[in-house]
């Protein structure tokens, strides 16, 4: 059996998952695929090292010893960018008077490759990731997969133009202040964006250590998810990584509130085509039944202008500032001029930009308290390869404009392609949402992109109808857990020996009180009140099979009882609930917003 080249071609990473595991085509042939397609683009400014493909493919033929059903990226082929580690590559950050060998894997390399992913290569960008424009290598600069004199955006600019041209279909980049969502929309394809420490950066060369995260290029929203998917998780090797469960894809939620900013507060710096094209995508919500609430995005602004204006250069000027002593000819001159600012400041300058900026991501929590997500151009507009070389510093700021406030507020983004311009300039739009929802950006990501009917990346690759959601079992039910059940307390152990599954912690609707009940363990009852007269209360949804959900709710004691709980998000899902005849004595914690918090303070005490 010989797999043809053609547009009949599994494209996807589901799709070329789904024929691994058939047969219908096998690693080998996907690989070999693969470097055909790179033979064909014939853009070496792509790659800075590629893979032997003998080796490659032999170790595709040897995936065939393996058990399929168990590897999510069976035989999928993979590209990294190169400031991320890969056993087999040098890492050279786009400078290679910087460049070294790893001795492993970064964390989220390993973890692809645990998951059957193939590493083919490591990929060009803007020298230490200083960049939205993916023209500042010694390398060259990556074609535009979609028009050929548009710059290709970086910094993830290999990354992102290499899935965008159909080389692979997914591939890594890191996103500190935009990369990873920039040069997604300019390549047409999809740009995800990980809440801060969700994927371990362990092994990434540092940018701005604090705010640094690996993302995830690909041509689906359910492709990346599953990538994210793959890698999220906590890492003893990473001090800013964070332990937080990555939730299930669930349908559109209902009564989704979607903010926009007030009426003369976006800035398209004259690009009318782009301003209609945002237009749309708001209309296109609307259809899809989502309710748009202005808000203020000015303070958004403000910390925008923290990134290059605050102490954050200094970070960048850390990690290079011996090559900037030793060698400053070997650094880009727009990307020396940038970082070699951050050894002006000082820890006066620090605090005073730290205190701000809290003060700032206060205003973000109100933003959101009355708002599911943020909806906003991933860039006010395209620039030209000629338009950047004559103006690289500020036209590099206004790609900014809409995702250099992200990472310092601690959101998670979503970049989706919105429109196809009538002058052949993709746009595109990025929902944003508080760290940790990261699923509900692709539940409602994946439906807005499969609306927009267009085709996927720059080959033209039809969009195959979006995927059933896949249930964590045949025949698994959700329950909510406000107390004891929680993971980590008294009685969690029960639903572990039923076997169930942690699928996301989340809050309820603001309209329930939590009251700490006299029984052993100690319990808390939770109580659905009139809407306004209650709080959001934490929570997390486990799922059992539907015997031992029964078998759950059948040995729930008095006075605890199983009803409807409402969720923040508008979900419903079947929850511990109090019988209220018991609440005389009890104490009301609601205050305290969940169980844990309450109860880490009656251990303190």
């Not at 205190?355 to 151009?377: C, H, M, S």
């Not at 991933?378 to 036209?395: D, F, G, I």
């Not at 099979?545 to 979900?571: C, E, Q, Y």
Request: aromatic residues 6%; glycine residues 8%; neutral net charge.
């Amino acid at each position: 059996m010989k797999a043809e080249m053609g547009a009949e071609q599994p494209e996807t990473v589901a799709a070329i998952v789904a024929a691994h595991r058939a047969g219908t085509l096998t690693p080998a042939q996907t690989v070999a695929r693969t470097y055909q397609r790179i033979r064909d683009h014939n853009d070496p400014a792509v790659f800075i090292s590629l893979r032997d493909e003998k080796d490659a493919i032999t170790e595709a033929e040897k995936l065939a010893t393996k058990d399929a059903a168990s590897l999510p990226l069976y035989g999928v082929p993979v590209v990294v960018k190169d400031n991320i580690d890969a056993l087999g590559f040098p890492t050279t950050a786009a400078c290679p008077a910087f460049s070294y060998t790893p001795t492993h894997d970064s964390t989220a390399v390993q973890r692809l490759r645990a998951a059957g992913a193939i590493i083919i290569g490591k990929t060009n960008l803007d020298q230490f990731a200083t960049g939205l424009v993916g023209v500042r290598s010694p390398h060259g600069i990556p074609r535009n997969a979609i028009r050929e004199d548009l710059i290709p955006g970086g910094s993830s600019s290999g990354s992102a133009t290499a899935v965008g041209a159909g080389l692979v279909s997914l591939s890594l980049g890191t996103d500190t202040a935009g990369s990873g969502r920039v040069p997604a929309m300019l390549n047409n394809i999809v740009g995800l964006k990980p809440s801060l420490g969700m994927i371990s950066t362990a092994g990434l060369v540092p940018a701005c250590r604090t705010l640094d995260c690996i993302s995830v290029f690909a041509l689906t929203v359910d492709d990346a998810a599953l990538a994210l998917s793959v890698m999220a998780g906590p890492d003893q090797a990473d001090p800013f990584s964070r332990d937080r469960p990555l939730g299930a894809i669930t349908p559109l939620p209902a009564n989704l509130r979607l903010g926009v900013p007030r009426s003369g507060q976006l800035i398209f710096f004259g690009d009318k085509k782009a301003e209609a094209a945002y237009a749309e995508a708001l209309k296109r919500w609307t259809a899809l039944g989502a309710t748009l609430v202005e808000f203020d995005l000015e303070p958004f602004y403000e910390t925008a202008r923290l990134l290059y204006e605050g102490p954050w250069v200094a970070e960048r000027y850390l990690v290079i500032r011996d090559l900037l002593a030793s060698a400053p000819e070997a650094i880009h001159p727009v990307t020396r001029e940038i970082t070699a600012a951050g050894a002006r400041l000082t820890a006066t300058d620090t605090f005073s930009a730290l205190y701000r900026l809290q003060g700032l991501r206060k205003i973000a929590e109100r933003t959101f308290t009355n708002i599911d997500a943020l909806v906003l151009p991933t860039a006010p507009t395209a620039y030209t390869t000629a338009q950047v070389r004559a103006n690289p510093v500020e036209l590099n700021s206004r790609l900014g404009t809409y995702t250099n406030f992200v990472n310092l507020l601690d959101l998670c983004g979503l970049a989706l392609p919105a429109a196809m311009r009538a002058d052949g300039i993709p746009f595109g739009i990025t929902i944003l949402a508080p760290t940790g929802h990261d699923a509900l950006l692709a539940s409602i990501g994946r439906v807005f992109h499969a609306d927009t009917k267009l085709t996927l990346g720059a080959k033209g690759v039809v969009q195959a109808a979006l995927a059933p959601l896949a249930a964590s079992g045949v025949d698994e039910i959700p329950i909510a857990v406000v107390g004891a059940h929680l993971s980590g307390m008294a009685l969690n152990g029960e639903l572990k020996a039923l076997n169930g599954q942690l699928i996301e912690a989340t809050r309820t609707a603001a309209d329930y009180k939590l009251y700490a009940l006299k029984t052993t363990p100690p319990k808390p009852g939770m109580l659905r009140v009139e809407a306004g007269k209650g709080a959001s209360i934490e929570l997390e949804i486990w799922s059992l099979s539907s015997s031992a959900f029964g078998k759950f709710v059948n040995a729930i004691p008095a006075p605890m009882a199983i009803g409807t709980v409402r969720l923040a998000d508008g979900r419903s899902v079947k929850g511990f609930l109090v019988e209220p005849e018991v609440l005389g004595e009890a104490r009301d914690i609601t205050a305290y917003g969940g169980w844990r918090k309450y109860m880490a303070e009656a251990t303190t005490a």
